[in-house]
């Protein structure tokens, strides 16, 4: 594996670093502002096609459910030992009373997650298939969105804003996952970031391409690699370096961390420098996921006080914990994370030999 940016003796010494504050972290705050969704999975093997339309039959085998965005990084946070403060919006139906369920299970602090009536809440449908003799290596064939066509009041928005104000005191970062539904706007990620950055709280951003205007002065802003690549080409550049240069430039970011999949994750740093974190994960069973992890990994590294270089180095281990998980176990755990950091400079050390 091609590692790029740091000497081997600072990556093994940043492994050791983040292998240490794995173990001995204590259980800090974070407070995390976003839209939720609940992800739906039906699994199953599809040989054939319909004799009367030109669509593949899936025959269901399973379904699966499991909070997602914001909540399913309250998840994660929650599995690496975090105590979580989630401020974001679900409906009264059934399947945002799944999402606050899964969240009290797991101890995540759900005060600032406001209800509405009749408001129904973001659900993504994923159908996976594969050969019946195949099952272990599913494709996705269809994704399936239903959301609140009225979208969220500017009242509940700005409740959300002034609960996560209080309750930032005290927290060791700010993560803000924007999917664009209302929970974040210009105004309020505005008033986070600001009272964030006075306070000296690190800020995770993940903006998606719609969201940039509300994602200045963060410390760090996750892309995927295509979504980078299709703003580059809008923005003129030729290359991934000019592009994140400008943007950190124009929105006053930290840093860039873009995720590759099985391509590995690169942190551009807006001091220069570029870490590029590669994968040992051949063939990915799954990528559902991967920004989650990413955010996960940044709030805990840098809320512990380690630089963006070692974030985006846990960042890129947690990534590859996404990769070789099965299909609908997608939340981050210290123990798997642990786990691939300490095996990482294993490899590293038995390369030397």
């Given at each position: 594996m091609d590692r790029q940016g740091l000497s081997e003796k600072e990556w093994k010494e940043a492994l050791k670093r983040l292998s240490n504050t794995l173990q001995s972290s204590e259980r800090e705050k974070v407070i995390l502002v976003g839209d939720v969704m609940l992800d739906r999975y039906h699994h199953g093997f599809s040989n054939n096609l319909n004799s009367t339309a030109p669509v593949p039959v899936l025959k269901i085998t399973r379904t699966e459910e499991n909070a997602g965005a914001a909540a399913h990084i309250a998840q994660s946070l929650a599995s690496l030992g975090i105590s979580v403060g989630l401020h974001a919006v679900i409906g009264s139906d059934s399947e945002g009373m799944a999402i606050r369920d899964s969240l009290e299970d797991l101890g995540v602090e759900i005060s600032g997650l406001e209800i509405i009536d009749d408001h129904s809440t973001l659900v993504k449908t994923r159908y996976f298939a594969s050969r019946e003799s195949l099952l272990d290596r599913p494709?996705?064939?269809?994704?399936?969105?239903?959301?609140?066509?009225?979208?969220?009041?500017?009242?509940?928005?700005?409740?959300?804003?002034?609960?996560a104000l209080k309750a930032?005191?005290?927290?060791i970062s700010l993560v803000i996952s924007d999917y664009d539904k209302g929970v974040v706007t210009r105004e309020s990620a505005r008033k986070l970031i600001d009272e964030a950055n006075r306070q000296g709280i690190p800020v995770i951003m993940d903006p998606k391409l719609t969201g940039l205007d509300r994602s200045g002065d963060s410390t760090v802003v996750i892309f995927e690699r295509r979504g980078l690549d299709l703003l580059r080409r809008r923005m003129g550049h030729d290359d991934a370096t000019s592009a994140t240069e400008a943007l950190m430039n124009e929105y006053r970011w930290g840093a860039v961390l873009?995720?590759?999949?099985?391509?590995?994750?690169?942190?551009?740093?807006?001091?220069?420098r570029q870490v590029f974190s590669p994968t040992s994960i051949i063939n990915p069973r799954q990528q559902v996921g991967l920004h989650d992890a990413a955010a996960s990994a940044l709030s805990f590294a840098l809320g512990n006080g380690h630089d963006l270089i070692d974030a985006s180095i846990l960042a890129g281990a947690a990534c590859d914990c996404i990769l070789a998980s099965p299909h609908g176990e997608s939340v981050l755990t210290r123990e798997a994370l642990t786990l691939r950091v300490d095996e990482i400079l294993w490899q590293m050390k038995i390369s030397d030999r």
């Open positions: 494709q996705i064939m269809l994704q399936a969105d239903r959301e609140d066509s009225e979208g969220i009041p500017d009242s509940i928005s700005n409740t959300i804003c002034s609960k930032m005191k005290g927290s873009v995720l590759g999949g099985n391509a590995g994750v690169t942190l551009f740093h807006s001091d220069g």
